[in-house]
């Protein structure tokens, strides 16, 4: 674990290699009794963030894994080779499982795309439903929050624009009417809103997550996801 460690805080290897070659050796030493698993997945997005290539997000590399499991095993397998590391073999061990890994990064980053070019094609909608919105006001604030907050309270929606309850209760309220927003709990207070254009968005990007070909359509997921609309 400390040539582990000293591994991981080394910058000699390009970072997605890094990342790679860290969750694998994490796995084969398995150092605990549980959570091993959710260990050398939270290992790989530290060396991303450590290295500068992922500051603000979690890139979903382990969903992928997840759905080309009986590849991510192999490859992890391969990885393991008992005799010398200038072998072929081992090299070759390495190589088939740095791929597999390097392929779910580029996977997740082109389902992370296409999400972000659907999110702002929502925004546009949805600024088309209210094109004379005063600009800075607590609605105009409120909508580009919504893609990353697509559930929200008037009190939380006053905190993520900085604007008084009054103000963002009529934003909330606004919307609501617009259909943008939709009520999803019952009661005078505490009232919980939903952005569903965002949550349907969510679910099929979950969808597409688990379809090994990254389409349901033509390859059903591999794991349990929302049901399909």
């Known amino acids: 674990m400390a040539d582990l460690c000293d591994f991981c805080n080394d910058d000699s290897l390009p970072t997605v290699a890094q990342a790679a070659i860290a969750h694998a050796q994490f796995e084969t030493i398995h150092p605990f009794v549980d959570g091993n698993g959710i260990t050398g997945r939270a290992l790989i997005h ?18 992928i894994l997840a759905t080309w499991s009986k590849s991510y095993i192999e490859s992890l397998e391969a990885s393991r080779y008992r005799g010398p590391s200038s ?10 499982w740095i791929g597999r890994f390097a392929g779910a990064c580029n996977r997740e980053v082109e389902d992370a795309v296409a999400f972000e070019g659907r999110v702002r094609e929502i925004l546009r909608s949805w600024r088309e439903k209210i094109p004379f919105v005063r600009k800075n006001s607590a609605a105009d604030l409120l909508l580009p929050k ?5 559930v929200v309270t008037v009190n939380s929606a006053a905190a993520i624009t900085k604007r008084s309850f009054p103000a963002a209760n009529n934003a909330v309220s606004q919307l609501v009417e617009l259909g943008i927003l939709r009520q999803v709990t019952i009661g ?28 349901t359509l033509t390859g059903e997921p591999t794991r349990r996801v929302p049901r399909r609309r």
């Open 46 to 63: 530290l060396i991303l963030r450590r290295r500068g290539l992922a500051l603000r997000i979690l890139p979903p590399i382990s969903l």
């Open 87 to 96: 072998g072929k073999e081992a090299h070759a061990g390495a190589n088939q």
């Open 146 to 150: 919504l893609s990353g907050a697509p």
């Open 188 to 215: 005078r207070r505490n009232r919980a809103y939903e952005a569903p254009e965002i949550i349907r968005a969510f679910q099929d990007l979950e969808s597409q997550l688990a379809s090994p070909e990254g389409d």
